[in-house]
């Protein structure tokens, strides 16, 4: 299975598929030669992601393809099936839906890339499933480097992380935003600080583990559990990951592939 991100955010949701599918071999790619995504303009990034895949699926031939990138799939998800329409997606969204069901105070709000709220995907998401509440869309362009940095042990500044989340919180008629979608799969790494942080508890709602049983749904079980001595693989494309990011992967069990 291929599992694919901008960068290493994506480990949150690896971390999820490997519970669901322990059957199964993985290769992450990160896309790091072109991160962060929320900056680029939609068509470059669009004409990147087509051919970077086209390239993926004759190098690695995966079952299935787990996009976990909220802007990348938002953006070209759609172009990905039509391109490669014998090819099997999963991909990665705001989860909107699951939060306008579990609101109480009727306040959400989406923190996600620049990129992930501009795309009109997004407001759709908000007119079909959120209609009745009142969704607050907040873009940041530094969290996931952050995010990033902080995963692999550097140093973050409350202060700079609080100036990030502090749009999300929002009262109004007397209730509180009590849901924030996080709408970044690198995000989920910083949920503690985010926590800590809060002006008042709120409900951090990681996509991560849905996106998984997405790819369950959609992949047969194999007879047997995977030869535990073959490491799975994470490919950069960079071709230059620093020591720090090495280490990470080695930690999540994943050999980086030249």
């Known amino acids: 299975m291929l599992l694919f991100d901008s960068g290493i955010g994506g480990l949150t949701v690896l971390r999820e598929a490997r519970v669901l599918m322990p059957e199964r071999s993985f290769v992450y790619v990160a896309d ?4 962060p995504y929320g900056g680029w303009d939609e068509a470059p990034l669009r004409a990147r992601l087509l051919a970077l895949f086209a390239e993926l699926f004759d ?23 039509a391109a490669f329409p014998d090819r099997t997606f999963v991909g990665t969204v705001p989860a909107i839906k699951p939060a306008a069901e579990r609101t109480r105070s009727g306040l959400v709000s989406v923190l996600a ?13 908000i007119q079909s499933f959120a209609s009745q509440c009142h969704v607050r869309l ?18 973050l500044s409350d202060e700079a992380v609080g100036a990030e989340i502090a749009d999300c919180f929002l ?10 979608v996080l709408a970044c799969t690198h995000y989920p790494f910083l949920a503690n600080v985010f926590r800590r942080l809060s002006p008042w508890p709120v409900d951090w709602l990681d996509p991560a583990e ?27 494309t960079s071709g230059s990951p620093d020591f720090p990011t ?6 999540f069990g994943l050999t980086v592939a030249g």
């Open 171 to 180: 009262e109004k008629d007397g209730a509180r935003t009590d849901i924030v």
């Open 59 to 81: 190098r690695f031939d995966p079952v299935v393809s787990i996009v976990a990138c909220n802007t990348a799939f938002t953006l070209a998800g759609a172009d990905l099936r």
């Open 32 to 35: 790091d030669a072109a991160f």
């Open 138 to 155: 907040v873009g940041s362009q530094n969290l996931a480097p952050m995010a990033e940095a902080y995963i692999r042990g550097e140093p």
């Open 210 to 236: 849905a996106i998984a049983r997405q790819a369950r749904r959609l992949v047969p079980a194999l007879a047997h559990l995977k030869d535990r001595t073959q490491t799975d693989h994470a490919v950069f």
């Open 113 to 125: 890339t620049p990129g992930t709220v501009r795309r009109a995907y997004t407001r759709e998401l």
């Open 246 to 251: 090495r280490r990470l992967m080695q930690g």
